[in-house]
C-alpha cells in the first residue's frame, strides 16, 4: 500500500496564492553568460558540493535558465556552489521555475544552486516575497482551493516522515506557498506541485539551515 506522501504527490509542493508581478529584468542578470574558465581552478570544493562539470569548468548554457528534462529525475540534483551574477543581497533565494533550480545568494558573485519541483501548469507564478516563518517537520492543512479539487484529502495531517511538506518549510510571504521537503526525490527538476517550490528533505534541510526568517525570496518564471 502507498504511504500517504505517495498518495498525495503531485497535488502537493504546495498551494494556491495570488502571484505578484514579475521583477523587472534590467535589475539583474542571474542566468546571463560569464565566463568561469577560472573558476575552481583548484581541486577542492567548498562546501563539500561538486563541480561542473571536471576540472572546474562549466559547459555551454550551464546557468542560464536551461530547462530540466520533462521525463522523471532518476539520478539526484546535485547541489552545487557556481557563480551567481546578480544584485541581490547575501541571503536572498532566486528560483527560476523555468530552471527547475533554486539558488541562495552567497557572497562575492557566488550561490548554492538546488534541484527543485515547481509548480505544475496553471500553478506556476512569479514575483518578490519574503520568508515569514519556518518549520521543521511542519503539519499540514491543506488549503480550501486544494480541497475543492481533492475532496478526499485529509482537513489535517501531522509532521512526520508521511507528510507531503517533508523535513523542513519555510513559509512564502502571507501565501500558501512554501519551499518544502518531498519524500518523493523522483519529483525534484520537475513540474508538479502546485505552486510550491519542493526540494529533497536533504537539500531542503542545508537550506534551512541558512535561510534567516525575513529572506527575500524571488520567484521568476
Given at each position: 500500500m502507498?504511504?500517504?506522501?505517495?498518495a498525495?504527490a503531485?497535488?502537493?509542493?504546495?498551494?494556491?496564492l495570488?502571484?505578484?508581478p514579475?521583477?523587472?529584468?534590467?535589475?539583474?542578470?542571474?542566468f546571463?553568460?560569464s565566463?568561469?574558465?577560472?573558476?575552481?581552478?583548484?581541486?577542492?570544493?567548498?562546501y563539500?558540493y561538486?563541480?561542473?562539470?571536471?576540472?572546474?569548468?562549466?559547459?555551454?548554457?550551464?546557468?542560464?535558465?536551461?530547462?530540466?528534462?520533462?521525463?522523471?529525475?532518476?539520478?539526484?540534483?546535485?547541489?552545487?556552489?557556481?557563480?551567481?551574477?546578480?544584485?541581490?543581497?547575501?541571503?536572498?533565494?532566486?528560483?527560476?521555475?523555468?530552471?527547475r533550480r533554486?539558488?541562495?545568494?552567497?557572497p562575492?558573485?557566488?550561490?548554492?544552486?538546488?534541484g527543485?519541483?515547481?509548480?505544475?501548469?496553471?500553478?506556476?507564478w512569479?514575483?518578490?516575497k519574503?520568508?515569514t516563518?519556518?518549520?521543521?517537520w511542519?503539519?499540514?492543512?491543506?488549503?480550501?482551493?486544494?480541497?475543492?479539487?481533492?475532496?478526499?484529502?485529509p482537513r489535517?495531517?501531522a509532521?512526520?516522515?508521511e507528510?507531503?511538506?517533508?523535513?523542513?518549510a519555510m513559509?512564502?510571504?502571507?501565501?500558501?506557498?512554501r519551499?518544502?521537503?518531498s519524500n518523493?526525490?523522483?519529483?525534484?527538476?520537475?513540474?508538479?506541485?502546485?505552486?510550491?517550490?519542493?526540494?529533497t528533505?536533504?537539500?531542503?534541510?542545508?537550506?534551512?539551515?541558512?535561510?534567516?526568517?525575513?529572506?527575500?525570496?524571488?520567484?521568476?518564471?
Open positions: 502507498k504511504t500517504l506522501a505517495s498525495f503531485g497535488i502537493l509542493g504546495v498551494c494556491v495570488a502571484a505578484s514579475a521583477m523587472a529584468a534590467s535589475s539583474y542578470d542571474p546571463g553568460a565566463s568561469a574558465d577560472d573558476y575552481y581552478a583548484g581541486d577542492d570544493q567548498p563539500g561538486q563541480r561542473s562539470p571536471s576540472q572546474g569548468y562549466y559547459p555551454q548554457g550551464y546557468g542560464q535558465g536551461v530547462q530540466a528534462a520533462p521525463q522523471a529525475q532518476v539520478q539526484p540534483i546535485p547541489r552545487e556552489l557556481v557563480q551567481f551574477n546578480a544584485n541581490y543581497k547575501p541571503g536572498t533565494i532566486v528560483v527560476s521555475t523555468a530552471e533554486l539558488y541562495f545568494v552567497l562575492n558573485g557566488e550561490a548554492i544552486r538546488y527543485v519541483g515547481v509548480g505544475r501548469p496553471g500553478f506556476t512569479s514575483g518578490v519574503t520568508v516563518a519556518k518549520r521543521e511542519p503539519s499540514w492543512t491543506p488549503p480550501a482551493a486544494m480541497i475543492a479539487r481533492r475532496p478526499d484529502l489535517y495531517m509532521g512526520g516522515i507528510n507531503p511538506l517533508g523535513a523542513r513559509y512564502i510571504g502571507n501565501t500558501e506557498y519551499i518544502h521537503g518523493e526525490p523522483d519529483t525534484i527538476g520537475q513540474a508538479v506541485s502546485s505552486g510550491c517550490i519542493r526540494m528533505n536533504d537539500d531542503v534541510t542545508d537550506l534551512y539551515e541558512r535561510v534567516k526568517v525575513g529572506a527575500k525570496v524571488v520567484v521568476m518564471n
